[in-house]
Structure formats: structure tokens, C-alpha cells
């Protein structure tokens, strides 16, 4: 199998309500369709803003997307 660049966009899904996605490893990012609450749980130590990277995201008519699993 092919190892995407870092960066690359692989995948993007469009929960409903109830649903949550697992990220366990590399980036993401979210647009929220309409008003929505999220919460962020981290494992391990956190070190703030040093702790990310951040990417440029992509334009909204280059997103395709999937159905929630």
C-alpha cells in the first residue's frame, strides 16, 4: 500500500447527530455544518500550542465527502 505525504487529505466523513469520530494518529480538521459541541480528549501529556501543526486546510469545493461509518 502506498504511504500518503504528510498532509495529504485522505479522508473525510459528515457525521450526524450522535456520532463521533476516533482520531488516533496525524492531523484533522472540522467544519461544523450547522451549531454543534465537540470535546477534545487527549491521552498523555499536553504541551499546548507546541504540541500541534498546523496546515493549511483546503477550499470547501475541492471536499468530498463519505458517509459516517
Known sequence: MRRKRDRDKTRFLRLSR???????FGGHGFEMLETSEISEIK?????????KTRFQG?????????AGE
Not at 43 to 51: I, K, L, R, S, V
Open 18 to 24: 450522535g456520532q463521533a469520530p476516533g482520531l488516533a
Open 43 to 51: 491521552q498523555g501529556p499536553y504541551a499546548g500550542e507546541a504540541d
Open 58 to 66: 483546503i477550499t470547501r469545493d475541492r471536499v468530498r465527502f463519505e
